[in-house]
Every structure is written in C-alpha cells, then in structure tokens.
C-alpha cells in the first residue's frame, strides 16, 4: 500500500502542523502573561526574542505561501503536506536562529523599552 494514498496521512499532518503554531503561539503568550515588574530583565529578554522568532517565523510562511502561489502545485497533495510540514519546521528554527544572531541590537532595543515601560531592573533576580 502506497502511504502517500493513506487519509490517516494527511490528517496527521494537518493536525500536527496546527499543533505547532498553536504551540508557539501559547508558548509566547504564556511568557507574557509571567511577565511582571517582579521579573528579571533576562526574563522580559527572552520573552522578547520568542515574539521575534514567532514574528519573523509567520513572515517567511507567508513569503513561502505566496511563492507557491506564484509557482503552482505539481505534486500530489500528501507530498504537498509532508514538504510543507518539514518547511514549516525548519522556518521556525531558522527563524529563531536569525534572532538570535542578526537581531541582538533590536532585540536589546525592545527589551530596555518594555523594561522601562513596566519597571524592570537589571539587578532583579529571576529566580523569584
């Protein structure tokens, strides 16, 4: 039996690609929610650099969308997913990869205003 022809197949795919945004997007939003003047400068750092990676990682899905809009469809569906499924996964470690190297100055840039915004100091400890 060919996998490519198993419905199962594109379910799972489907369900798991949605399952990862929702995943990171949750994941993003729970840093913010733990966010306080309580928290360590560090802590309001990675918040920050999440969002980015998240953000950027939205940006190059969607150049990717329209690129194969542009291009056409030649395979079938179930390889269709599967390509987009993998694309997906390594657009977001590239994504957090560019932050973390290219992003450094924007990052510190968001980070001091948001920390000035909500009375974060860099002497805060965050293991409270």
Do not use: C, W
């Not at 419905?7 to 993003?28: F, G, T």
């Not at 980015?52 to 542009?70: R, S, T």
């Amino acid at each position: 039996m060919d996998i490519s022809s198993t419905p199962y197949l594109n379910s799972y795919v489907n369900a798991a690609q949605s399952s990862n945004s929702k995943n990171s997007a949750d994941s993003i939003s729970d840093k913010a929610k733990n966010l306080s003047s309580a928290s360590s400068k560090e802590d309001l750092k990675d918040a920050v650099k999440s969002f980015e990676g998240y953000f950027l990682e939205q940006i190059l899905k969607k150049e990717k969308e329209n690129i194969d809009l542009i291009n056409g469809d030649d395979g079938d569906l179930t390889t269709n997913q599967l390509e987009d499924f993998y694309m997906d996964q390594t657009i977001s470690k590239v994504s957090s990869e560019m932050v973390d190297k290219n992003f450094g100055s924007l990052t510190d840039e968001f980070t001091d205003s948001l920390a000035r915004t909500y009375h974060i100091s860099d002497s805060k400890d965050s293991s409270k």
